[in-house]
Antibody
């Protein structure tokens, strides 16, 4: 079965940094593009970033461009999201998902809270 | 970026009724539109890809239609488990975007 398991969410102060991880299993990870989507508490889905199977190209929402970096380690079947200069409006559950077209499998998400 | 506008924001229906949800794009997305279902505390579930193709394992009561800028998700006869929030999503260009969601609630 396809499984995606996010980790790394935490409470962080404004201006701080955090790295999220997404461990994939049940499929040939290196051949799939991957996506990060977030959801603020009580709000809708917000597309964040996408990455090709070989490690590129990368795509970002304007709201995170220059602050967030998506990457992957195909030897570890893991997707990452490095988040710098965090702001209060980055507070959300962050989901990783398989594919950059219409993502078909999603993890359960990891909560990032940005607050002083 | 392409803005997706969903209507209505909330739809109140009873089990057995037909549900019609709409998604309008600010510019053409051809047929590159999907629909997702999300229940409280769960991650989104892919229902429809490329406007009208059901994803794997999705019941036949779910159908999608449309192209260009206007799209519809139809649930032919509502089951109790269908009450949830529905989102449309475009993959026509970058950045990808989602609609704001339609909440389907029990009347």
């Amino acid at each position: 079965d396809v499984q995606l398991l996010e980790s790394g969410g935490d409470l962080v102060q404004p201006g701080g940094s955090l790295r999220l991880s997404c461990a994939a299993s049940g499929f040939h990870f290196s051949t799939y593009d991957m996506t990060w989507v977030r959801q603020a508490p009580g709000k809708g889905l917000d597309w964040v970033s996408g990455l090709g199977g070989g490690g590129g190209p990368t795509f970002y929402a304007d709201s995170v461009k220059g602050r967030f970096t998506i990457s992957r380690d195909n030897s570890r079947d893991t997707l990452y999201l490095q988040m710098n200069s965090l702001r209060a409006d980055d507070t959300a559950v962050y989901y990783c998902a398989r594919g950059v077209g219409h993502p078909d499998y999603w993890g359960q998400g990891t909560l990032v809270t940005v607050s002083s | 970026e392409i803005v997706l506008t969903q209507s209505p924001a909330t739809l109140s229906l009873s089990p057995g009724e037909r549900a019609t949800l709409s998604c309008r794009a600010s510019q053409s997305v051809s047929s590159y539109l999907a629909w997702y279902q999300q229940k409280p505390g769960q991650s989104p579930r892919l229902l429809i890809v490329d406007a009208s193709s059901r994803a794997t394992g999705i019941p036949a009561r779910f159908s999608g239609s449309g192209s260009g800028t206007d799209f519809t998700l139809t649930i032919s006869s509502l089951e109790p488990e269908d009450f949830a929030v529905y989102y449309c999503h475009q993959r026509y260009n970058w950045p990808r975007t989602f609609g704001q969601g339609t909440k389907l609630e029990i009347k």
